[in-house]
Nanobody, 124 residues
Framework: QVQLVESGGGLVQAGGSLRLSCAAS????????MGWFRQAPGKEREFVAA????????YYADSVKDRFTISSDNTKNTVYLQMNSLKPEDTAVYYCAAGGDRYNYRNQYKWNYWGQGTKVTVTS
């Protein structure tokens, strides 16, 4: 049984930083694309960042490029999202996902597994 468990969300002021973690179990972590999506109130879930199984390829939404960094630790089966220079518009529930690929990583329907989400609130 695959489980993705996110942590690290919280309340932060604009300009601050947070680091999200996603611990994976029940899958061969090093064989999976891992990613982060987010969903703001009243909006659709959107792609944030993804990392290839080897960690050598990383992909970002334009809205977070140069502010967010995705990384993974295969020894811990964990993927991270370092979020710097946070803005109020980054406020959302952030979801970890597994199973995408380099062609369809932006499409939430192409991912196989999802975590329960962790809430990030950025105040102005």
């Amino acid at each position: 049984q695959v489980q993705l468990v996110e942590s690290g969300g919280g309340l932060v002021q604009a300009g601050g930083s947070l680091r999200l973690s996603c611990a994976a179990s029940g899958l061969t972590f090093s064989s999976y694309f891992m990613g982060w999506f987010r969903q703001a109130p009243g909006k659709e879930r959107e792609f944030v960042a993804a990392i290839s199984w080897s960690g050598s390829n990383k992909y970002y939404a334009d809205s977070v490029k140069d502010r967010f960094t995705i990384s993974s630790d295969n020894t811990k089966n964990t993927v991270y999202l370092q979020m710097n220079s946070l803005k109020p518009e980054d406020t959302a529930v952030y979801y970890c996902a597994a199973g995408g690929d380099r062609y369809n990583y932006r499409n939430q329907y192409k991912w196989n597994y999802w975590g329960q989400g962790t809430k990030v609130t950025v105040t102005s």
